[in-house]
Structure formats: structure tokens, C-alpha cells
């Protein structure tokens, strides 16, 4: 078994997997090809963005499978994640792919998250009819952007998410986006309801949104908030053709309304994904 790069001068081998090679070997995207004396067995696409390096895509030919190709092949991947420098080594795929899990798992990675992802709309996220009557009744509440919050405000926000059980330093993590991330007060100044988005690559990530009480429509100012932010990029070009906002329900009573929320803003929503990771080597 061989691990090879995928350039232009070996594409034709690998053209019924890769849509289009990715002659980029030490950029941050670039494509691999796995053979086995001689032939063609699959292929991966991965991105590395310095210290995490993800895998994209996997793709086994289907006469391969269930031989222990998929295996030996994502344990070189993550060899080749350890030569590039990257720390950690990363997985997205359908819940609904058969034995996929498991594999993952036999190979050490853990499951960080699993939600729905949707797909940017091409124009006009927020200038429907329905998006308008969800987001913009009026509901009380001042929402404000975490880059904003200073002092007692920070201070209630880290002390909300602790009483939660995470951590309240994660406003402060790597890939945390404190512009597109929001907070409700009321007019006494008492934090009301949070949403917490980091940004990787041309991904946008709701990892964690709460509300206090049983008052539940101000969680909608928040997600105003984020689309509104997303349209000011829309306008100015940009917004990522490719672009994703991944929802990571903690809360599964949430999870059927914030669908709504995404689909009333033409948000279109893809298979229900688990995602993984493991330390490299």
C-alpha cells in the first residue's frame, strides 16, 4: 500500500474519485491518492490550517471496501498530519454512513460534536417574508456582540456559561469570533440569553446558545443578530460560495425551532453529520 499526491501529471488516475486534482503539497489543501501494487484504491482531500488538520474527504473504491483499506489509509493520513506540524487530526461525516463511527473510534479519534450543517444561501438570507415575520417581531431585549462586553457584562456571560458546565473561557479560545457571537440583556442590565459561533476556514460554527427562563423567543435576537451580520457580508462580497453554518444542538428541545430559524432564512440543511478528532502521532 502506497500514499501518493495527487498532481497534475497522476489526475488521470484518479478521476472517477476526485472531482479536480489539488496540486498544492504544502499549501493548506491538498489531495492524496492511496494504491495498492499498482492500482488505484482511493483517495482523501485534507485542509491544514497549521496545528489541525482535517480530513475533507475519504472515498474508498467500493471493491476496496471492508478489507482494511480505510483504516491503514486514515492512519497514514494522520502520519502525514504529524510531518506537516499539525497537532490535532479531524473528521466530519453522515450519521447515516454504516460502520463510519466505529471505524473512527477504533482509530482513537473521539466525537466532538453532532448537528445539522447548512449551506449559505446564494443572495437574500434575511429579505424573505418569513424570515422577517420569525426574526424581526418585537421582542424585548438589548442584544449586544461579546467583542462589545467588558467587565461585570463579560464577567455574567463567563459565570452563565460555567453554570452550564463548560468552560468560560472559551470566549477566549482559538477560532472563537466574538463579532458574529451575541448576548440579550434586559433593561436591568441582566444577561437573558447568549450564542456563541467560532469561525473555521469558510465555516461558521453555533457551538453553544442558552436562555434563561422560560422566555425563550429572545434566543431569536440572537440569531438575528448572526444572519444580520452575515448579510453585511453578503452585501460586500464577502460571503464564501462554499460557506457553511454548522449547528451543534446541546439542547435537544431547542433543536426542532432553530431548524425553522434556519430554514426561514433559506438556510438549507444537509445530512445530520457527527464530527471527531484525535491527537496525531
Do not use: H, W
Not at 418585537?138 to 453554570?163: A, C, H, M, Q, W
Amino acid at each position: 500500500m502506497e500514499i501518493v499526491a495527487v498532481t497534475k501529471e497522476n489526475q488521470a488516475d484518479f478521476n472517477d474519485i476526485l472531482s479536480e486534482p489539488i496540486d498544492n503539497p504544502i499549501g493548506q489543501r491538498f489531495s492524496v491518492g492511496l494504491t495498492d501494487d499498482g492500482k488505484v484504491v482511493g483517495a482523501a482531500v485534507m485542509d491544514d490550517s497549521g496545528y489541525n488538520i482535517e480530513v475533507e474527504y475519504l472515498y474508498i473504491l467500493p471493491e476496496f471496501r471492508r478489507k482494511g483499506y480505510a483504516g491503514a489509509f486514515i492512519t497514514e493520513l494522520i502520519l502525514a498530519g504529524a510531518k506537516r506540524g499539525g497537532l490535532f487530526v479531524t473528521a466530519e461525516f453522515p450519521q447515516d454512513r454504516e460502520g463510519v463511527e466505529e471505524l473512527f473510534l477504533s482509530l482513537g479519534f473521539i466525537v466532538t460534536g453532532r448537528g445539522n450543517i447548512y449551506y449559505f444561501p446564494q443572495k437574500g438570507m434575511i429579505g424573505n417574508k418569513t424570515a422577517k415575520d420569525i426574526l424581526f417581531k418585537n421582542i424585548k431585549g438589548t442584544v449586544r456582540p461579546v467583542s462589545s462586553l467588558r467587565g461585570r457584562d463579560l464577567n455574567s456571560l463567563k459565570e452563565y456559561i460555567s453554570s452550564l458546565g463548560y468552560n468560560g473561557d472559551v470566549v477566549t479560545k482559538s477560532g472563537f469570533n466574538p463579532y458574529l457571537s451575541s448576548c440579550v440583556f434586559n433593561e436591568k442590565g441582566d444577561l437573558l440569553s447568549f450564542m456563541l459561533c467560532s469561525e473555521y476556514g469558510n465555516d461558521i460554527i453555533v457551538e453553544l446558545l442558552s436562555v434563561r427562563g422560560k422566555n425563550s423567543t429572545v434566543q431569536l435576537l440572537t440569531f438575528r443578530f448572526l444572519f444580520e451580520r452575515l448579510s453585511e457580508r453578503e452585501e460586500k462580497g464577502k460571503l464564501s460560495e462554499d460557506g457553511r453554518v454548522v449547528f451543534l444542538p446541546r439542547n435537544d428541545d431547542m433543536v426542532s425551532s432553530m431548524i425553522k430559524v434556519f430554514e426561514a432564512v433559506n438556510l438549507k440543511s444537509d445530512d445530520f453529520y457527527i464530527f471527531a478528532a484525535r491527537e496525531c502521532f
